[in-house]
Each structure stands twice: as structure tokens, then as C-alpha cells.
């Protein structure tokens, strides 16, 4: 059963420039209580995927495709649906909580108007609920933690508020947008720890350019390039048996495999290559991959890759 499925997704930005094909015909499905990475360089497109599913796009984006959750498409409900849908049964955890919480309200207050809209409650009973999941996040003396500021909290903290505010009206799905992003590296592993323990029993989007972090967390893995999808496969798949020339190179990124840096740059998504997206950077192109652009097939049961020479 799927608790999310998004079908030949697209999401473009008119500029002066050109368009910014920044999701292009995207199609995945995440599993109910599965956490599902998303894992590519900055700028592919991987943050834009996640405010499409929310529908917190600036007005002059363009959509197309589907984003099916309980039988519907989101990208057809009116906005008084989707803002139940926010919070109630998707919820975004963004990845810069210093920007994402209000400097002038106090932590607790942010969390429990976020449960007062959702599930009703009357503003005594949202607070308490807010001390709550201040406490199920692991933030010391949470009756007191609730009545300060966001800026009384250290980076860590800040992002157990956002965890914390994610989970308060119990969604089914959390779109985790690079959730340790910033974090030294104690306070990374305490994180990742929190997040294995709040989302056992929820399904998880996990946004991130950071693979360790992808491998200590999630089922199954998709590698994104400039704005597609380029192999996506289980966890073990994708580590052990890697087939895009791309996923290698992230994974020979790695500090245990080496740190080897992929050559290149990421190309611009208002001007795209020829063929395969990948082609300029990779070692393995030929004259197939700079004229005709590849498309996504099954090599295994549920391991799919967009390559000429997937095998090769």
C-alpha cells in the first residue's frame, strides 16, 4: 500500500532566461511506513519536489502530473482541502529551522497553532500537547523550553522544534528536507536517532544531498539528477549493486570509499544537455548517450536505472 504516489510529476519556473526545469516527469511511490530517500547534488531539484507535493509554489509555477494521497490528486484539491491536508496528513520538516520559526513567537506557541487548527483543541489543551512533543523530541524541561524563543536554542534544538512540530497532529507522511543539514557531527547522529524513533510507524520522504545520512535511514533510495530521476532502488541495491555511473560517483564521494569528487558541473536546469543529462561528466558516454536521452527501466524487481550502459 502506497501512502504517497507521484505519477510523470513535473514542475517548471518561467525566467527571463528560459524555463527552469527544475522536477521533470517524475514518477516514484512511497510505501506506507517506509522512509524513502531522495538523494542528489544541490540544485537538482530535490527541495522543489517536496514544496510541489505541499503546493507551496510561488504562483508562476507551472504543474503538471499527479500526486495521488488517499485516492485523490493533491494537485486538483481546492486550498481549503490542501491546508487540512498540510500538517494533518503530510507534514514538511524544512531544512533551515533558524529561517523557518518565527523570531517573535515563542517556540510552544508555534507548535500548539499548528494542533489548534488541526485538530481543534482549545488553546490550553494545544499547549499542553506542545510541551508534549517537545518532551517526545527529547528537549530538556519542555514546560519551561516552550514559553522561549527560537533564538534561545541552539542549531540542534531548533531542528528537534521542527521534528517536534512535524509530528504534532500525527501525519501519515513527513517530507524531511535535509534535516541535518548544518549540524556538527554529535549533534547529526542524535538527530538521525530521533528520526528513526518518531517515524517508525510513518512513511518518510527524506530530502538530502548526504548519503550517509540516506543509508542510516531509509528503505530504498532515488538518486536525482538535474531535475530527473537517474536509479532508484532498495537501500542494499544502491550501495552494493550500484548501476548509474552517477550513483557511483556520489557513492565514491564517500569518505569511506574514498572521497573521490564527481568531475564536472552540475548543468544549468534552463539550459540541459543533449541525450543523457549526465553524459558530459561521464566516463562511460558514447555517441547514443549525447543524442538520445535514455528512459527509466526495470534491470531487477523494483531496481530501476536511466542508462545506456547501466550493465556496462
Known amino acids: 500500500m502506497s501512502s504517497l504516489e507521484i505519477l510523470d510529476l513535473k514542475t517548471h519556473f518561467p525566467t527571463p532566461d528560459g524555463i527552469v526545469r527544475a522536477v521533470d516527469t517524475i514518477t516514484l511511490s512511497i ?3 517506509e522512509t524513502f530517500g531522495l538523494v542528489g547534488e544541490t540544485g537538482c531539484g530535490k527541495t522543489v519536489l517536496g514544496l510541489t507535493i505541499m503546493r507551496l509554489l510561488p504562483p508562476t509555477a507551472t504543474v503538471e502530473g499527479k500526486v495521488m494521497c ?11 482541502e490542501m491546508r487540512k491536508v498540510r500538517g494533518e496528513e503530510i507534514a514538511m520538516i524544512l531544512q533551515n529551522p533558524t529561517t523557518s520559526l518565527n523570531p517573535v513567537m515563542r517556540v510552544g506557541a508555534q507548535i500548539a497553532e499548528a494542533i489548534q487548527l488541526h485538530q481543534g483543541l482549545n488553546k490550553r489543551d494545544a499547549k499542553e500537547k506542545a510541551i508534549e512533543m517537545l518532551d517526545a523530541v527529547k528537549i530538556p524541561s519542555p514546560s519551561g523550553r516552550a514559553n522561549e524563543y527560537p533564538h534561545e536554542f541552539s542549531g540542534g534544538m531548533k531542528q528537534r522544534v521542527m521534528i517536534a512540530m512535524g509530528l504534532a497532529c500525527d501525519p501519515s507522511l513527513i517530507i524531511a528536507d535535509e534535516p541535518t543539514k548544518g549540524l556538527d557531527v554529535t549533534i547529526k547522529a542524535q538527530i538521525i536517532e530521533l528520526i528513526k524513533k518518531v517515524t517508525e510507524k510513518k512513511a518518510m520522504l527524506l530530502i538530502t544531498h548526504d548519503l550517509g545520512v540516506a543509508r542510516e535511514l531509509c528503505d530504498r533510495i532515488a538518486l536525482m539528477y538535474a531535475g530527473e530521476l537517474v536509479e532508484y532502488a532498495t537501500l542494499r541495491e544502491i550501495f ?6 552517477y550513483t557511483r560517483g556520489f557513492l565514491g564521494s564517500l569518505p569511506d570509499r574514498g572521497l573521490v569528487p564527481i568531475p564536472g558541473m552540475t548543468p544549468s536546469l534552463i539550459d540541459l544537455p543533449e541525450g543523457c543529462r549526465f ?3 561521464c566516463e562511460y558516454a558514447t555517441d547514443v548517450c549525447r543524442q538520445k536521452h535514455p528512459e527509466m527501466i526495470e534491470v531487477e524487481g523494483g531496481h530501476f536505472v536511466r542508462c545506456f550502459h547501466a550493465r556496462s
Open 240 to 245: 552494493e549493486d550500484p548501476l548509474h555511473p
Open 70 to 80: 488517499a485516492g485523490r490528486n493533491l494537485l486538483e484539491v481546492n486550498e481549503a
Open 279 to 281: 553524459h558530459p561528466r
Open 31 to 33: 510505501r506506507a511506513r
